[in-house]
């Protein structure tokens, strides 16, 4: 429709320094913006790439240090320029792959799934050619 935008996804996380470093570090986002509301008693920080585009908002409750986990999310996915580089180098650094780059079934895109410290899922989705 006219006038609408996606502006975020908003993931629930136990421990939001552990959060920011895994999606800065290993994906490659900025922290865009922060707001403790301690009267609320949670913190929001909100990431993203140069250039704008959709955000992820992590959201740490305070005292929550974990989630149960529900059926219907699925994932988050991120293009990535060469996805068996990229797998190699989040392994090294103890990112767990939980489903290793090659061909999604029954095609030819190459993709690969990671895990962040809380167990979400993201697709890892190789973008133009190597």
Same mark, same amino acid.
């Given at each position: 429709?006219?006038g #609408? ?6 993931? !629930? ?5 552990? =959060?920011?470093?895994f ?6 986002m900025? /922290?865009?913006? !922060?707001r ?9 920080? #909100?990431?993203?790439y /140069? ?5 992820l908002?992590?959201t740490?409750?305070?005292g929550?240090? =974990? ?5 219907? #999310?699925g994932?988050l996915?991120i293009g ?6 990229t797998c /190699?180098?989040? *392994? ?6 939980? *489903?290793?780059?090659g061909?999604?079934?029954f ?5 690969? #799934? ?12 190789? *973008?133009? =050619?190597?």
């Amino acid at each position: 429709m006219a006038g #609408f935008s996606y502006l975020h996804t908003m993931l !629930r996380v136990g421990d939001l320094d552990r =959060s920011v470093a895994f999606y800065t570090t290993h994906l490659g986002m900025k /922290e865009l913006r !922060r707001r403790d509301v301690p009267d609320g008693k949670y913190t929001l920080v #909100f990431l993203g790439y /140069e250039g704008g585009g959709t955000e992820l908002e992590l959201t740490y409750n305070y005292g929550v240090d =974990s989630y149960e986990m529900g059926k219907a #999310f699925g994932h988050l996915a991120i293009g990535v320029p060469d996805i068996y580089a990229t797998c /190699e180098k989040m *392994r090294a650094a103890g990112v767990k792959i939980s *489903r290793e780059p090659g061909p999604v079934k029954f095609g030819t895109t190459l993709i690969a #799934f990671i895990d962040d410290p809380d167990g979400y899922k993201i697709e890892l989705i190789q *973008r133009g =050619s190597l």
